[in-house]
């Protein structure tokens, strides 16, 4: 599975859009983006998975570069409940391999 | 609801003592796993189980011990618990039984062991 690389932290204002970087340089054509997000201490939490193209659910927008090197994580409009841990994953096999994340804080 | 629940959520031993964490899920997937999470070390896996009496190592496995004879179940047994294996926990389970490269895990709210 291909290395991941986030911030460690990042700050959004609430009503703002969060943009998450990931970096995936050597990531391969079969392995597919995910991103997971841990509020404090609770279990992960899916958020959004894409492989080449650009994907957008009702949590989040994921933007995939052409050369699939890099991505961003979108969350629109951020809420304080949107204050966690967001973990991006390249994967193709059968585990996640969690890095260390980037950690979102969400300010009023 | 379709939930992955773990128990207990919150559990003090002793070194030695043999423990049980249990994990149950409702949504008939096939595939199963637990982590671990342990500060600057992020989330490892311990164990998995593809399907029904078929479980792997993951990455940590030393220490603990899995079964899978229902496939809503998948139990952690740690025999002789230690201290270093005072962890937070989670369980999670996925649809496919093959590679969940287009399959999303849902987790378990966590179990916090401390092993005195």
């Known amino acids: 599975d291909a290395k991941t690389t986030q911030p460690p932290s990042m700050d959004c204002a609430e009503g703002r859009a969060a943009n998450l970087p990931c970096n995936h340089s050597t990531i391969s054509g079969n392995e597919y983006v995910y991103w997971y997000r841990q509020i404090h201490s609770q279990g992960p939490q899916y958020i959004i998975h894409g492989l080449k193209n650009n994907e957008t659910n009702e949590m989040a927008s994921l933007i995939i570069t052409e050369d699939r090197k890099s991505s961003t994580l979108i969350l629109p409009h951020a809420t304080l409940r949107d204050t966690a841990v967001y973990y991006c994953i390249a994967l193709s096999t059968d585990k996640l391999i969690f890095g260390t994340g980037t950690r979102l804080q969400v300010f009023p | ?116």
């Open chain 2, 1 to 116: 609801e379709a939930q992955v629940t773990q128990n207990p959520r919150y559990l003090i031993t002793v070194t030695g003592k043999k423990l049980t964490v249990t994990c149950s899920q409702n949504m008939n997937h096939e595939y199963m796993s637990w982590y671990r999470q342990d500060p600057g070390l992020g989330l490892r896996q311990i164990y998995y189980s593809m399907n029904v009496e078929v479980t792997d190592k993951g990455d940590v496995p030393e220490g603990y011990k899995v079964s899978r004879k229902e496939k809503r179940n998948f139990p952690l047994i740690l025999e002789s618990p230690s201290p270093n294996q005072t962890s937070l926990y989670f369980c999670a389970s996925s649809l496919s039984g093959g590679l969940p490269t287009t399959d999303t895990q849902y987790f378990g709210p966590g179990t916090r062991l401390t092993v005195l």
